[in-house]
């Protein structure tokens, strides 16, 4: 009997690990169609000319769908890093560091990580932002945000408001990131992102 409860409680434990796993997978097939449904259509009729409505046709998802896993266009293309994310990019500096030091670091390291077929994606979706006007203007709001994860992340400050330095460091390197972003884009890949890269952070004097 002891064997039998063990039996069904293991294959009851395989069930719910095998569902999780597979709902888990099915999120973020629907989720890699829906962003890549959108980047097509973004690319054929630009940006704003497409409704979240024909994206989610295009994806054979709802509207409801969409906004489960997007928060609107402008988030689809524009993607912010996640706050694990930053903290893995800052893991193991030294805790002496400015947070211009820190992002000089950061920046490049992660760029160079990145797959060659994420870095062709990465290209096509600054390339769309680089051609709508209105998303140029909304890439400040979204490198904002990006400088309070980076504040956020630093050591020992949980809780505690950032150092003023910090927080015009953070702000100046992010704008100087996105204006190589944009300057990227604009080139058509004529220059190399992390060339650009390092000449925004020079004129900061990095």
């Known amino acids: 009997?002891?064997?039998?409860?063990?039996?069904?409680?293991?294959?009851?434990?395989?069930?719910?690990?095998?569902?999780?796993?597979?709902?888990?997978?099915r999120w973020e097939a629907t989720h890699r169609r829906i962003f890549t449904c959108a980047l097509a259509l973004f690319?054929?009729?630009?940006?704003?000319q497409v409704s979240v409505g024909q994206i989610a046709a295009r994806a054979k998802v709802s509207?409801?769908?969409?906004?489960?896993?997007?928060?609107?266009?402008e988030h689809l293309i524009m993607a912010l890093p996640t706050p694990e994310q930053i903290s893995a990019l800052i893991?193991?500096?030294?805790?002496?560091?400015?947070?211009?030091?820190r992002l000089r670091r950061a920046v490049p390291r992660f760029i160079a990580a990145m797959p060659p077929d994420e870095h062709e994606e990465?290209?096509?979706?600054?390339?769309?932002?680089?051609?709508?006007?209105?998303?140029?203007?909304?890439a400040a709001e979204f490198e904002r945000t990006t400088a309070g994860m980076f504040l956020d992340s630093l050591p020992g400050?949980?809780?505690?408001?950032p150092a003023h330095a910090d927080v015009v460091q953070a702000?100046?390197?992010?704008?100087?990131?996105t204006a190589a972003l944009l300057t990227w884009a604009d080139s058509k890949g004529r220059r190399k992102l992390d060339e650009l890269i390092d000449e925004a952070f020079r004129a900061l004097g990095g």
């Open 157 to 161: 400050v949980t809780g505690a408001a």
């Open 1 to 25: 009997m002891r064997w039998l409860a063990e039996t069904r409680f293991l294959a009851h434990h395989l069930c719910v690990t095998e569902t999780g796993d597979w709902r888990k997978a």
């Open 63 to 73: 509207v409801p769908t969409f906004y489960a896993h997007f928060p609107s266009k």
């Open 171 to 177: 702000g100046a390197y992010l704008a100087a990131y």
């Open 122 to 138: 990465m290209a096509a979706r600054w390339r769309i932002i680089a051609d709508t006007p209105a998303l140029r203007i909304r």
């Open 91 to 101: 893991a193991g500096q030294p805790a002496e560091l400015t947070m211009a030091e």
């Open 43 to 48: 690319q054929d009729f630009g940006f704003e």
